[in-house]
Every structure is written in structure tokens, then in C-alpha cells.
């Protein structure tokens, strides 16, 4: 007879998969949160900040010695239901709230993390399984939400989070109200390991769980990015579940190897070849934490304090890389910014080769803590199948013959406003307004971290029922977008000159058919050019590529004011400033101008494309203002 009790979760199980999944949520909520800070007050104020959120775990030890380890454990849990409710519910929501509720998920990581060296979860490669099998659901509940992080939303989405968080309260009730062990404390070295769990999760944001990185890489959608991420951590728990800690160093560190080498990888392939590898890496990373974590294999559950210091420095350490990244985007790291995902795949390694021995204790009777993390991913697949299979290619109707169109150039801020919310749905809004033929976005993200980890691209393509060309500028997860509603004739993207940087720019180009008449649609985001001729190089590049082709339009965030000699090179190319031609000259673009007039927007077009109601629309969804004009084929 086939005893159901080992396939039943421990409460163990539930709480750290439901705490994973709320947890990582937040941290993607809260990284947005931070780069708006460092908008509004700077950088040392958001590096601040983000040291003392992901450093929390280290106050967790002072919390048990003035609560007790069960209050420490309730507190620590009840903070973080209340605070994510709150995050789910005030909106906009406040940077100290996003705040307030990582520190509570990661003093509830702290009180899991040192249980996990329990018998019950045989020395923590059980909590591995957990913590994968929760960012498999986050990642589900992603590609069901579009790719838009629930937290963000309101309406009938939010009943997800409360459901997470009851399922969560109910598990934590389970463990504390059961018999408390003792707590003994180990050497710093055989914890020193859990800190694997940031890099980890440094990979998870960076690459490996980041949907919207896939959907850019394989051309594909929110749904098969979600496929692609989703199998790769189901695989991940299966491998640690067969494997637990039982790995040989020896082993380890060919599988350290071989997943710096995919890493390493990764950011250059496409296609079906980014697939295969996105799905390997997770499992080999997957299989190194949960030897990292098995380390040790004491039946005693070490004490918080030790393992609150293992997890700071794993956090720290997924902060630093996770903000130097972004930083590298925008401003060149003097190595290769592969050298920080292939350090931290290195670094599981590393905590995957410590030292082990073997367990004293046999396993808790009657329970099989590999249960749920081996069993959950099939049948979460089949759910994942069901929800997301019905998604389907945007339909776009054809336009017909008309003469006319009218284009929305706008600079979107990688989706984040000047508070740090990621705000997808107020973009739309604004586009819509104008009931657009055509938009030329700049800054869009797919997939940066400080954009809420999003890919506006799609989410934009789906909501406003428009084809979209994308041209990738900085990295592969940050670019150029043009959507439009007629057929595409033609497409092209062309890389602009480097010159002294500091960021890689390019431009994105499309044809179309008005009324039998082919039409160019160029969109771009050039330097700034203070100090250097770059800006001079990368108009050169555009005028040379599409300076000389009939019934065209360039437009994009061209970094450049009215009065800079750059306007001469458009001009002399035959192109018009429509905002000179027919709107206010004088008129910002710039949601809160530096000086009046402050407008490095622009829009031009050839002469023999009539151009007439000019707008610069106003909305609080980007730094920038969204231009707009009709545009008529004579």
C-alpha cells in the first residue's frame, strides 16, 4: 500500500517555497524602488539604503535575543505577510515599504535557511529544492501576469498574493507551534556555504530565471520565455533531489566549470542554442546550491547567528553584482561584464566543493522531504500549459489605403517613473491617447533589473495590438522598439559608433506601405556629445544609412538642444524639425526641464511628408514627454 504521507509537503516545504516566492517578488519590486531614489536624491542615498536592506539578515540574531527564537520566528513572518499585503495594496508604493518588506523576507530566509540544517531537511539541500520550487511558481505567475509583476497591479491579480501570503502564515504556524529544537552554533565555515543562496539568486535575476531576457534572446513571447526559465528550475530541482549533498568534490568542480563556461555563454546566443543553455545552467546551479546548502549534514539546527552573517554576505555580495551590471550598461565596467555572472557561478561552485560529512541522523520517519520539489514541477508544467497556452501571436488588422498616420515618439524611462515604479500601464495609457499608427520608444527594457525585471516590448506589443522591431542598445536586455499597426515591409537595425561612450547606441529602422507609397520610420537614442565629437559620429552614421531615402522619419531621443551645431547635420541632410516647423520651439520635452526650452526629443522628417497637429503630451510615466504628429503622404 503506498503510504501518501511521503508525498505530502512538510510545513518546512511550504513555508520556505511560499516565503521564496513572496521574497523574490519583493527584491525584484524593491531594485526599481532604489534606482528611483538614486534619481531623486543620488547615488550615496540609494547605495545606502540597498547595503542596509540586503545586509538586514544580520539584525535577525538581536531580534531572537529580544523576542526569543519562536517570537523572532512570528515577528519575522508577520512582518513580512503585512508588508507584502501593503506593497500589493499601496500604490505608489513608498520606497521605505519596499524596503521594510525585503528586510522581513530575508529575516524570515535567516530563521528557514538555519532550520534547513534540521534532520527534516537532511542539511539543507531540502530548503534548496524548496527555494527553486518557489521560484518556479513566481516565474508561472509571471508569464500568467504578462511578464508584470503582480505586486505592481491592482484588481482581481492581487488575490494571488493573498493567497501566497495565507499559505505562507499557515506553514510558519505549523513549524513554530511545533516542538522547538535546540540551538547550538556551528563554526562559521561549515555555515559560510548558504551564503551560494545570493549568488543564486544573482543568477536567477541576471539571466537564468529572467523571462524577459529569453523572450528578447529567442525572438519569441512572454510564454515561451516563461517555458524556457520555467523548465530549467523544475530540471533543477529534480537534479538536487537525485543528487541531494551527495556530490564529490571532484564532480563539483567539473560542474563548477562547466557553468561558468554556460554562463559565460550565454548573453551571446539566440534562439534554440539560448534554450538548451538557459536550461542546463539552471540545473547545474541548481544542483551546486543544494550540495552547498547540504554541507555540513549535522542533525542540529545550527543558530541564527551564524547564519544570518552567511546570508548578509550572500546578499551583499548579489547586490554588488546585480548593481554593477546595471552599472555597466550605462556607464562600461573596465572588465568584461561577463566576468560578474561567471564569478558568481563560480562562487556556487566554490560553496558546492567545501568540506562535508556525513549525517549522524537518519531522515525524519514517515516523510519525504524531496516529495513536493520532485513531484510539483509536473504538475505545475501541466498548469503552466493550461495557463499559458492559449497565448497567441498579436492580430493586427490591416490599414488599408489611407493617407495618413500619426507617430508618438517617446522616451519611456526603461518603464519606470520618477518614484521607481514600474508603470507599463500608464505608458500605454499615454500612447493610446493619441490612437497612434505608429510609436518609437526609447530605453525599453527586457529584462534590466531596475526595470522590474519587464519586458516592455511585448508587454506594450500585447496591450496595444501592434507589431514591434527591436534593436538592443547598452546590452541585450535594454534598446530601441518601434511599433506600428501596418504591415512591415522591411526591417533593420544598424549599430552607431562608439566614439568615447560611454554607452553603445543603434538605431531602429522599419518599412511600410501608405497608400502604395513606401514609407522609412527610424528610431534612435544618441550621446549626449559633451566633451567628445560621438553625438557628430552617430548622426553621421544615421544620415549616411537613411538620409537619402524619400518619405522618411527620424525620431528618438537625440540628446541634443536646439541651439547645438549637431541640428545643422539633420538639417543639411534635408530632414525638418517638426517641433521647429509646426509646434512651439520653446516648448520642454522634458517632464521637469533644467532650464526652459530644455527639449533633447525630437522628430524629424523629409520635406516631401506634410506634417500638421503637433503635440508634446504630458505625462508622469517617464522623465521624458511623449511627442506626437500627424503625418500625410502627399
Known amino acids: 500500500m503506498i503510504d501518501l504521507r511521503r508525498f505530502t509537503p512538510g510545513a ?3 513555508a520556505t517555497a511560499a516565503g521564496t516566492a513572496l521574497g523574490v517578488a519583493l527584491i525584484r519590486l524593491f531594485i526599481p524602488l532604489t534606482f528611483g531614489l538614486r534619481e531623486t536624491r543620488g547615488t550615496l542615498p540609494a547605495a545606502a539604503l540597498a547595503t542596509f536592506v540586503f545586509a538586514a539578515p544580520l539584525a535577525y540574531p538581536g531580534l531572537a535575543w529580544a523576542l526569543g527564537p519562536r517570537g523572532a520566528r512570528l515577528a519575522s513572518a508577520a512582518g513580512l505577510g503585512v508588508a507584502t499585503l501593503g506593497v500589493q495594496f499601496v500604490h505608489p508604493v513608498p520606497v521605505w515599504l519596499g524596503a521594510v518588506a525585503v528586510v522581513f523576507a530575508l529575516f524570515s530566509w535567516t530563521f528557514l535557511l538555519a532550520d534547513a540544517r534540521s534532520v527534516r531537511f537532511e542539511g539543507g539541500t531540502g530548503f534548496a529544492a524548496a527555494a527553486i520550487l518557489g521560484m518556479a511558481l513566481d516565474t508561472v505567475v509571471q508569464g500568467f501576469a504578462g511578464g508584470w509583476d503582480i505586486l505592481w497591479q491592482t484588481g482581481p491579480v492581487a488575490t494571488w498574493t493573498v493567497m501566497v501570503v495565507g499559505v505562507f502564515a499557515l506553514a510558519i504556524w505549523r513549524l513554530v507551534t511545533g516542538p522547538d529544537e535546540r540551538t547550538r552554533e556551528v563554526g562559521l565555515a ?65 560542474g563548477t566549470g562547466a557553468l561558468v563556461l554556460v554562463t559565460w555563454a550565454i548573453p551571446g546566443l539566440h534562439g534554440v542554442g539560448l534554450a538548451v543553455a538557459m536550461v542546463a545552467g539552471s540545473t547545474m546551479a541548481g544542483a551546486m546550491l ?73 531522515r525524519a520517519p514517515g516523510r519525504d522531504p524531496f516529495a513536493l520539489p520532485l513531484m510539483a514541477p509536473l504538475v505545475m508544467l501541466a498548469v503552466a500549459a493550461l495557463v499559458l497556452g492559449d497565448t497567441a501571436p498579436v492580430r493586427v488588422p490591416d490599414r488599408g489605403t489611407e493617407l495618413s498616420l500619426r507617430l508618438v515618439s517617446w522616451n519611456v524611462h526603461a518603464g519606470v517613473d520618477a518614484m521607481g515604479q514600474v508603470a507599463p500601464d500608464r505608458i500605454a495609457g499615454a500612447i493610446e491617447a493619441q490612437a497612434p499608427d505608429v510609436v ?13 525585471g519587464l519586458d516592455l516590448a511585448s508587454w506594450l506589443s500585447d496591450r496595444l495590438g501592434m507589431r514591434y522591431v527591436w534593436a538592443p542598445a547598452a546590452d541585450g536586455r ?9 504591415p512591415i515591409v522591411e ?66 531621443d537625440m540628446n541634443m538642444q536646439p541651439g547645438d551645431d549637431d541640428v545643422a547635420a ?65
Open 12 to 14: 518546512a516545504t511550504v
Open 190 to 254: 561549515r555555515v559560510l556555504p548558504m551564503a551560494a543562496l545570493g549568488s543564486f539568486l544573482a543568477l536567477q535575476i541576471l539571466i537564468l530565471g529572467n523571462v524577459a531576457f529569453v523572450d528578447a534572446a529567442i525572438g519569441g513571447s512572454v510564454a515561451a520565455g516563461t517555458a524556457v526559465v520555467f523548465a530549467g528550475q523544475s530540471a533543477a530541482c529534480v537534479a538536487i533531489g537525485v543528487l541531494g549533498a551527495r556530490s564529490r568534490a571532484g564532480v563539483a568542480a567539473v
Open 290 to 362: 543544494g550540495t552547498a546548502l547540504g554541507r555540513g549534514g549535522e542533525p542540529d539546527r545550527p543558530g541564527a547567528r551564524r547564519t544570518a552573517m552567511a546570508l548578509a554576505i550572500g546578499m551583499v555580495g548579489f547586490a554588488a553584482v546585480v548593481f554593477a551590471d546595471q552599472i555597466d550598461a550605462v556607464s562600461p565596467l573596465p572588465f568584461d561584464p561577463r566576468v560578474l555572472t561567471a564569478a558568481t557561478a563560480a562562487a556556487i561552485g566554490l560553496a558546492a566543493m567545501a568540506p562535508a560529512r556525513r549525517p549522524t541522523a537518519a
Open 440 to 452: 518609437v520608444l526609447q530605453e525599453v527594457s527586457r529584462g534590466w533589473p531596475i526595470g522590474g
Open 478 to 486: 535594454f534598446g530601441n522598439l518601434i511599433l506600428t499597426r501596418f
Open 491 to 556: 526591417r533593420d537595425m544598424v549599430e552607431l559608433p562608439y566614439g568615447a561612450g560611454p554607452q553603445q547606441r543603434s538605431a531602429v529602422a522599419i518599412e511600410f506601405e501608405v497608400a502604395g507609397t513606401t514609407l522609412t520610420v527610424v528610431g534612435t537614442h544618441l550621446e549626449t556629445g559633451t566633451g567628445t565629437d560621438t553625438r557628430a559620429q552617430q548622426i553621421a552614421a544615421l544620415t549616411r544609412a537613411f538620409g537619402d531615402r524619400p518619405h522618411t522619419v527620424i525620431a528618438g
Open 570 to 634: 539633420f538639417t543639411g541632410a534635408g530632414l525638418v524639425s517638426v517641433q521647429d516647423a509646426i509646434g512651439v520651439p520653446s516648448e520642454p520635452t522634458a517632464r521637469d526641464p533644467v532650464f526652459p526650452g530644455d527639449r533633447v526629443d525630437w522628430i524629424f522628417a523629409t520635406s516631401d511628408l506634410r506634417t500638421s497637429e503637433f503635440e508634446i503630451a504630458h505625462s508622469d510615466a517617464s522623465d521624458h514627454l511623449p511627442l506626437a504628429v500627424t503625418i500625410t503622404v502627399d
